[in-house]
């Protein structure tokens, strides 16, 4: 198979010092490079800098007036615990879609919640390997 890995994900932002606020102080992930891409687009990627791994890669143009093609569904980001998440993002005010996780018949556990622009992102917690 060609493709190796998930390179990341483009999210249509509205307001580019608030994203990258909530992707790095909220989130955890670490701005990798941010530039204009051209004369009405600025980009920013986000991800692991130990790694250099792009996760996201926010995109806001001057007008706003992006297109409805490339619409993501939500992003999941993996943590070792769901629950220690969930309290540190109620304490920073994150709105979640559900008031408690869910559980995968593997025994992985999930919950969505709402980043700034209304995108749909989820906390995944994979099953414990015995």
Known sequence: MAVKKLEHVGVMVSDM???VDFYGNV??????????ANETTELA?????ASGQVIVELI????????DEGKVHHIAFTV???EVEIDRLKKLKVHFTQDETSILANGSKY????????ETLELFQPELKK
Request: hydrophobic share 40%.
């Open 17 to 19: 010092e608030v994203s």
């Open 27 to 36: 989130l955890g992930l670490d701005l990798l490079d941010r530039f204009a």
């Open 45 to 49: 990627f986000l991800g692991d800098r």
């Open 60 to 67: 806001c143009g001057k007008d706003n007036k992006f297109p």
């Open 80 to 82: 070792d615990d769901i």
């Open 111 to 118: 919950i969505f919640f709402k980043g700034p622009d209304g």
